[in-house]
């Protein structure tokens, strides 16, 4: 138990790949009326945390700048006009922001617990200490506030300073187009939002990228493809880590090619259309255009450049207290690279 009696995880009882898996938790009363008109119609709580920078002795000195203990499972994360970041939860089923060093929850309710003493979720709209989530994935900004993917709840909610509610989906996987909470998903996970304000989902179990305009219309961006997970909009493009075929793509105006990887699951480092990867959940993408991906499946951090892949930084058993062990999410600022570990409880700055 940690402060305001938010739990940090037991690694012992997760897997080691946290992926797409959906677990039996207890429902919660559903209040969602969307934030956008049907189409035919035209301060968080007080619960704080430190967090722990890690030393150079225990990061090798390298790569990692620090290691912050957040106190949760990190997925996802996103920058704040105010020069914080707010990072998902996946284990204890809320948003945190981060300033300074310390970490506050910013939306979510303390959550019952199954017999085993983990938070169950749930669904509800209401005001951010009200709110209910059962598993918040990714964050980005939508807006008057941030769209976060509750993906277990096949759903986007919008968080603003006052309340959290449904934008887009229903708590019932489906497959449909249409504005606000009469579309329907399947699992969305990786956000991205365009220059024009518009929001694309990974709609993770239905193989496609989906678009939601700023009036809430829902449309298919592209498909056919294989469980995409960790999105990123830089220069007109949209970049996508396609988990299932261990591959990263970028689309341009709704036509995709592929950047790297061969499609064949593995840890292989060189020319781009050779390199191997591991089920990546993460990519971000520098204004130079410069690519890093949160290789999952391998506990590494890759990054693409003139047409090749390389290693930034890899896990091993002799290193697991010091690196990223299972990365998801990523962030770029001031220079520097943001890793979110949802296994090992932290969120590592590496230096570009």
Known sequence: MTAGGYRKQDPGKQRFLKKFTAALFAAAAVTAAGIFPAAAETAGQEE???????????????????AMDVICAPSGIAAAEDGSFFVTDTYNKVIWKVTDGV?????????????????????NDSSLDQAYFKEPWAIAPFLNGYAVSDSANNVVRLITDQSARTATGKPEAGFVNGRGIAASFD?????ATDGEGNLYIADTNNSCIRKVTTNGDVSTYAGGLSEPTGLCWQNGSLY???????????????????????????????????????SPQGVAVSSDGIIYVSDTGNGAVRKIQDGAVTTMIASSPQNMESYPIAPAGLLIRDGQLLVCDNFSKKVFVLER
């Open 48 to 66: 704080t945390a430190g967090m722990q920078a890690a030393s150079e002795a225990e990061t090798g000195g390298q790569q990692i700048k620090s």
């Open 103 to 123: 970490s506050v929850v910013y939306a979510g309710a303390r959550s019952a617990e199954d017999l085993y003493g983990e938070p169950v979720g749930g669904y």
């Open 187 to 191: 699992r969305p996970t990786g956000l």
């Open 240 to 278: 996508v880590a396609e988990s299932g075929a261990n591959r990263i793509l970028k689309i341009t105006g709704g036509a995709a090619e592929i950047v790297a990887g061969s499609g064949q699951e593995g840890n292989q480092d060189g020319e781009a259309a050779q390199a191997s990867f591991s």
